[in-house]
């Protein structure tokens, strides 16, 4: 494992923070896993910048603790946490050099020039700019200098490396680039990332860890793959990805399983858990949906009568937005040379998805 290796981790226990009457965070318990990649998922005002500036100190929170260690670290200072922080604007200092800019936190804390210099150069070359550490920022690219700046954060070994959207500024092919090097320099430095992005692809494509905010809530913490697949609210499920929901108010149920008449069809659903409430929704991904001319009668899949609303031809796929009997509305993506792909709208079809592929959860 890398020098730079996290030590510790750090729990929040019940974290709140308040603005009046508005609640910014609501009783957050969300533990920072060694040497893991935490990615704070949400919309705007979801709460999950505040909660990275409680973890890095610049703000106070009203109610709970942040512990380290065993000790309570919530009111220390953020210069005395040991933490690194990358922040959406590089804030780079333009007078200086790469190697400047990055050798700057380490000249605060009094090191050697000759110690300085080592660890410059390391970090720099992890993050595959040490042919560059001459150069002015305005000399480099948006990506080059985003990669100073987390060298930067980087090179003082913190315990724990923020990064609050570091990514937002940059368009769509430098994002996807800075993406795989974010992957690749936390490999090498075995750092904890605590990353905090409003982008759901990316999140799923960095993090080992994701914890989904909404409004000031922790909704649910997991890996990519539970998240996506074994979504515990509607919220994540549509938040996600895309879904399609069935409503399934008036459930009947039995144990763990539960089941609603669409026309001459029943659609069916599991859960680990048991409701009690009588108003649930069956969420369905749709790579999940096969399209066919009959229905399907396999009694391991849920079959349901459709008719074509619309088609969108996007090359090697086309979208087709369904309506079933019911009203509800859904969408499939189907090869675009599957004759079923074309046709008129107001097309009778058939739509089938495994039973276990549907997740049950309140409305």
């Known amino acids: ?41 949400g919309p705007s005002g979801s709460g999950k910048t505040t909660f990275l500036m409680i973890l890095a100190g610049f703000l106070a929170p009203d109610a709970g603790q942040l512990i380290r260690a065993g000790q309570d670290v919530t009111r220390v200072p953020p210069e005395k946490r040991n933490f690194g922080m990358v922040f959406q604007g590089y804030a780079l ?19 050697k020039p000759t110690e300085r210099e080592r660890k410059v150069n390391r970090i720099l070359d992890v993050v595959g700019l040490g042919a560059h550490k001459g150069k002015k920022p305005t000399q480099l690219s ?48 075995g750092t904890s990332f ?9 999140a799923l494509a960095l993090s080992t860890r994701i914890a989904i905010f909404n409004q000031g809530r922790l909704e649910q913490a997991g890996s990519p793959r539970d ?23 008036n459930v009947q149920r039995e144990g763990n399983a539960y089941a609603r008449k ?8 599991e859960s680990d858990r048991v409701y009690v409430q009588e ?16 229905p399907r009668t396999d009694p ?41 792909s074309s046709g008129s709208a107001g097309q009778s079809l058939y739509i089938s998805w495994p039973i276990s592929a549907g997740t049950v959860l309140p409305y």
């Open 194 to 202: 605590v990353f905090v992005t409003h982008d759901q692809g990316e």
């Open 93 to 111: 200092f333009p007078h200086m050099t790469v190697a400047e800019n990055v050798d700057f936190p380490l000249k605060l804390r009094g090191m």
């Open 142 to 189: 948006g990506g080059q200098q985003q990669r100073v700046a987390i060298a930067r954060a980087l090179v003082f070994e913190p315990e724990l490396l923020l990064l609050d959207e570091p990514l937002s500024a940059l368009d769509k092919n430098l994002r996807e680039q800075l993406q795989s090097e974010l992957q690749r320099i936390h490999r090498e430095v």
């Open 1 to 41: 494992m890398s020098e730079m290796n996290i030590k510790q981790s750090l729990k929040a226990t019940g974290i709140g923070k308040r603005y009046g009457n508005f609640v910014a965070l609501d009783d957050i318990h969300l533990d920072i896993q060694e040497g893991e990649f935490l990615t704070l998922l």
């Open 300 to 340: 391991s899949f849920n079959s349901l009568q459709v008719t074509v609303h619309e088609r969108v031809y996007q090359g090697p796929i086309t979208l087709m937005n369904l309506r079933a009997l019911d009203g509800t509305e859904l969408q499939i993506s189907v090869p675009s040379h599957n004759v079923l």
């Open 262 to 269: 669409i026309g001459e069809h029943w659609v069916r659903g």
């Open 227 to 249: 998240i996506y697949e074994r979504p515990i609210s509607r919220f994540v499920a549509e938040f996600i990805g895309k879904t399609n929901t069935f409503d399934l108010n």
């Open 279 to 294: 108003h649930l929704v069956l969420a369905v991904r749709p790579e999940h949906l096969t399209v066919d001319d009959t």
